[in-house]
């Protein structure tokens, strides 16, 4: 073994394995700018706690915007506990590449495409049991082997807390911005504190803050009634200096939805919960107003692949 090392032989060996490394990378970085490109506005739904609803907030505002005409992508990343198929009802598998090399997304809709772990998976029942640099390879291949299109905007669902997700996303997506999902109780809002300074210290803007659970919706009466408390997330948005959102109370509709495949703060149910989450993705629209215009048709790329924008027809 000396011998081979001393003949230079594995010096030479890491340098080749070094240099195809780099190339890979920039090759990633390449496509992932490319993809981010043709998406106007990145959306993370994020939260410091655990259990307040990120997921349900998430596939609800993706299908809510896209239910007003807008072209959607939703993107889950809480990888461990990817939720978003089961809560669409969507159980199709992984498909080959497309002539772009790329890899189809989901389609719910003609105006929302998912992109989730479990779509990968030969039994969605299997854990996930991955360290930091699988993960992160993992989300920013969500971007760049994805066939995303022209959108204008892409949902993202992430874990609880600030780890190797978001902090991924603030890395490779510089211009996604937060919105910051909690419950009323103290308890919740201390974490959701530690999300709102994670977005300072990574220089990532929020849209939001969305007080989800906000009392209960009695199914008899259809009055709702304070559990949780309530206006914990409107007094820690005005602490900060952030956009309330609004808030969302609980409705059994919302378990049964989401366990149905049928989401149900999106679809058009006379309810107090569905008419509050209207009022949330309206204020979304209106927090980025004038970035927003209807995305046109993909017709595909004449590049075929990256995009070169002296010679592009796209």
């Given amino acids: ?34 993809s981010l490109s043709k998406i106007k506005n990145k959306i993370l739904v994020m939260s410091g706690k655990g259990g307040v609803g990120k997921s349900t907030v998430s596939t609800n505002l993706a299908l809510g915007l896209a239910n007003r005409g807008y072209k959607v992508g939703l993107m889950d990343v809480d990888l461990h506990g990817p939720d978003i198929c089961r809560m669409l009802n969507l159980t199709e598998n992984l498909r080959q590449t497309n002539s772009k090399g790329l890899v189809p997304p989901m389609a ?16 969605r029942d299997d854990p996930i049991i991955w360290r930091g640099p699988l993960k992160i390879q993992a989300i920013r291949q969500f971007i760049s082997d994805i066939d995303w299109g022209v959108l204008d905007y892409l949902v993202i669902d992430s874990p609880p807390g600030t780890g190797d997700e978001p902090l991924t996303i603030s890395s490779t997506i510089k211009d996604a911005q937060a919105v910051v999902v909690t419950t009323p109780q103290e308890v919740a809002l201390a974490d959701v504190r530690k999300s709102i300074n994670f ?4 220089k990532m ?42 808030r969302i109370p609980i409705d059994p509709q919302v378990v049964m939805g989401g366990d149905s495949g049928q989401p149900y703060l999106s679809s058009d149910a006379d309810s107090p919960a569905v008419k509050a989450f209207e009022e949330v993705v309206t204020n979304v629209e209106k927090a980025m107003a004038g970035k927003i215009t209807l995305a046109p048709v993909d017709a595909g790329c004449g590049c075929g692949g990256v995009c070169n924008p002296d010679t592009c027809d796209c």
């Fill in 1 to 34: 073994m000396s011998s081979k090392c001393s003949s230079g032989s594995c010096g030479s060996k890491s340098e080749t394995c070094g240099s195809a490394k780099k190339a890979s990378v920039a090759q990633q970085e390449t496509a992932i700018q490319s």
């Fill in 108 to 123: 719910y809709s003609d105006n929302l495409k998912v992109i989730s772990l479990e779509y990968m998976m030969e039994n």
């Fill in 199 to 202: 977005c300072k210290h990574v």
């Fill in 205 to 246: 803007k929020i849209v939001g803050v969305v007080e989800n659970m906000s009392g209960l919706v009695c199914p008899h009466c259809r009055e709702v009634i304070d559990v949780f408390k309530s206006g914990g997330g409107e007094r820690t948005a005005k602490e900060f200096g952030l956009k309330f959102l609004g």
